[in-house]
């Protein structure tokens, strides 16, 4: 009789804290409808600029690609940093400090993407970075 009252027990707490978090979530969700976030990957623009590309907004008048995107309501940028790329001037320390400011200075908040890479990922190809694999064995 004993099990069963604390299989009981057990079954109705459950029931409880599911509950209560379903209420926090609840007023989270509330408490956030305020701010919605419309993101762009603004990694690559840096670079785009240096090539010679011309960014223009929805009237063709060239504008800073910062500013066409914050007037668009984008108020988030993810930008991409690699470890130590030895292949491209782009996505560095230097070059990310560079777009972040450029989106700081419109308003936007930034996401900072850690790839923690030399070069590209994916699931198939996750290679670490140079300056990391003397360290892989150390104890």
């Known amino acids: 009789m004993n099990f069963l009252r604390l299989i009981f027990l057990v079954i109705i707490g459950g029931f409880l804290s599911c509950s209560q ?20 990957d603004l990694s690559y623009v840096n670079e785009m600029i240096d090539c010679g590309a011309v960014y223009k907004d929805a009237n063709s008048t060239t504008k800073d690609p910062y500013k066409i995107f914050k007037e668009a309501g984008t108020n988030l940028v993810r930008v991409r940093l690699w470890h130590n790329p030895t292949w491209t001037s782009y996505s560095n320390y230097e070059d990310v400090k560079k777009t972040i400011q450029k989106a700081k200075n419109e308003g936007m908040k930034v996401l900072l993407d850690f790839h923690y890479s030399d070069t590209w990922t994916d699931p198939s190809k996750q290679k670490i970075p140079s300056a990391w694999e003397s360290k892989i064995y150390d104890k």
């Open 21 to 40: 978090k379903n209420e926090v979530v609840k007023s989270l969700e509330v408490n956030n409808l305020s701010t919605f976030y419309y993101g762009a």
